[in-house]
């Protein structure tokens, strides 16, 4: 987090970080908190199979991922369920059949800054597979993959490998 030197109260190249949540200015005491952001991802689900998709740019380009996004503000985390759902699916869901399953703190790298998270797990289950036409600035490709065919080293972030480990046991 040495990107941010400068305090934007007093302008001194005088911005300290703590090393985990805040920066300060020791000339005039300013605090600038780095607060965990809220983030989504839903396993959309058909029988054995998950609808997975490739990231097209960084962080973790090339990388397995689950649909979903940082939580907007005054947004619930269902709503930023359903909205990141259409905008890299165009996929229409019904809020009420989202099943929270859990959360795990992650960290998103991003330009050279490192945004802490809590990203909250759901299950959106599907009658049938489908296909979509994607949103290639984020996505590469979308794909079925059966669950037990599932590689962790390909999977993007370290709180979807921890849940997809934690997921696949209960299965």
Same mark, same amino acid.
């Given at each position: 987090?040495?990107?941010?030197?400068?305090?934007?109260?007093?302008?001194?190249?005088?911005?300290?970080?703590?090393?985990?949540?805040?920066?300060?200015?020791?000339?005039?005491?300013?605090?600038?908190?780095?607060?965990?952001?809220?983030?989504?991802?839903?396993?959309?689900?058909?029988?054995?199979?998950?609808?997975?998709?490739?990231?097209?740019?960084?962080?973790?380009?090339?990388?397995?991922?689950?649909?979903?996004?940082?939580?907007?503000?005054?947004?619930?985390?269902?709503?930023?369920?359903?909205?990141?759902?259409?905008?890299?699916?165009?996929?229409?869901?019904?809020? &009420?059949?989202?099943?929270?399953?859990? !959360?795990?703190?992650?960290?998103?790298?991003?330009? %050279? /800054? @490192?945004?802490?998270? *809590?990203?909250?797990?759901?299950?959106?289950?599907?009658?049938?597979?489908?296909?979509? &036409?994607?949103?290639?600035?984020?996505? !590469?490709?979308?794909?079925?993959?059966?669950?037990? %065919? /599932? @590689?962790?080293?390909? *999977?993007?972030?370290?709180?979807?490998?921890?849940?997809?480990?934690?997921?696949?046991?209960?299965?």
């Amino acid at each position: 987090m040495k990107i941010l030197k400068y305090c934007p109260s007093c302008s001194r190249d005088s911005l300290h970080w703590d090393g985990e949540k805040k920066w300060s200015c020791p000339n005039c005491n300013f605090t600038l908190y780095n607060n965990v952001a809220g983030a989504v991802a839903v396993v959309i689900r058909c029988g054995d199979e998950v609808y997975l998709t490739r990231r097209n740019r960084d962080p973790k380009k090339g990388k397995l991922d689950l649909a979903g996004g940082f939580v907007d503000p005054k947004e619930s985390a269902e709503e930023t369920c359903k909205r990141e759902l259409f905008e890299e699916l165009q996929m229409h869901i019904d809020i &009420s059949k989202l099943r929270y399953l859990a !959360s795990l703190p992650n960290v998103y790298q991003y330009k %050279e /800054i @490192d945004y802490n998270t *809590i990203d909250l797990f759901y299950e959106y289950n599907v009658p049938e597979k489908f296909e979509v &036409s994607l949103e290639l600035s984020e996505i !590469s490709e979308a794909q079925w993959i059966s669950l037990a %065919e /599932i @590689d962790l080293d390909d *999977i993007a972030f370290d709180s979807q490998k921890i849940f997809f480990e934690q997921y696949l046991k209960t299965i």
